[in-house]
């Protein structure tokens, strides 16, 4: 079974942190996500990364920046936190072997942030 | 926005009935896929339907696509109360998901 998990399930950080949040799979996918999910808005996506070293802007990346120095770790890192980014993170991962970016997504069990 | 929708936003049926989602997207898809999110969880998928299918099947679910109208249903059969969760309808857009915004169904037993 594919495991992604998540360093946290709830953080709390102050106005103006830096935050980390790390994603990790274990099955060796090549392409990593994050989303944010608010309520009536579902899931938007904030940054992905086809492969190590890879990153691409997704629907909102404004405030957040990635990390991807290896293939298993994904890390979102919010430089400046805001009270506007508190929200539930979900990371998910996608293998692109044989059909290439047809596949369904593994998803981690989300972080849910709360910035005062 | 890009964002798909679904309807209903929120549905409430009895143990033993159906529940029927329905969701719309607005540009062409490599393929609609749904998934699951049990409260406060992350997602779990459900099942894919390419774009040259029409129809499938996975267990108690039923799942169509019309290209023509950029719309798909979810059809759960003789649902439980382990079937409470919401449910996202995602269009694979060139490799990107683009989400609905979920429809919250609530089983009764």
């Known amino acids: 079974d594919v495991k992604v998990t998540q360093s946290s399930r709830y953080l709390v950080k102050r106005t103006g942190e830096k935050v980390f949040l790390e994603c990790v799979q274990d099955?060796?996918?090549?392409?990593m996500f994050w989303y944010r999910q608010d309520p009536g808005l579902g899931l938007r996506l904030i940054y992905f990364s086809y492969d190590v070293k890879m990153k691409e802007k997704g629907d909102i990346p404004e405030g957040y920046s990635v990390s991807r120095e290896k293939k298993e770790r994904f890390s979102l890192i919010l430089e400046s936190a805001s009270t506007n980014q508190t929200s539930m993170y979900l990371c998910?991962?996608?293998?692109?072997?044989?059909?290439?970016?047809?596949?369904?997504?593994?998803f981690g069990p989300g972080t849910r942030l709360t910035v005062t | 926005s890009q964002q798909g929708e679904e309807d209903p936003q929120a549905l409430s049926i009895q143990e033993g009935e159906n529940a029927t989602m329905n969701c719309s997207y607005k540009t062409s898809i490599n393929n609609l896929q749904w998934y699951r999110q049990n409260s406060g969880r992350g997602l779990v998928h459900l099942i894919l339907i390419r774009s040259n299918e029409r129809e499938k099947h996975s267990g108690r679910l039923r799942v169509t696509l019309d290209t023509s109208k950029k719309s798909s249903s979810l059809l759960i059969t003789a649902s439980r109360a382990a079937d409470t969760a919401s449910y996202f309808c995602a269009s694979n857009q060139g490799g990107k998901l683009i989400f609905g915004q979920g429809t919250e169904l609530s089983v009764k037993p």
């Open positions: 998910a991962s996608r293998s692109t072997a044989g059909t290439g970016f047809e596949k369904e997504q593994y």
């Open positions: 099955m060796d996918h090549e392409n």
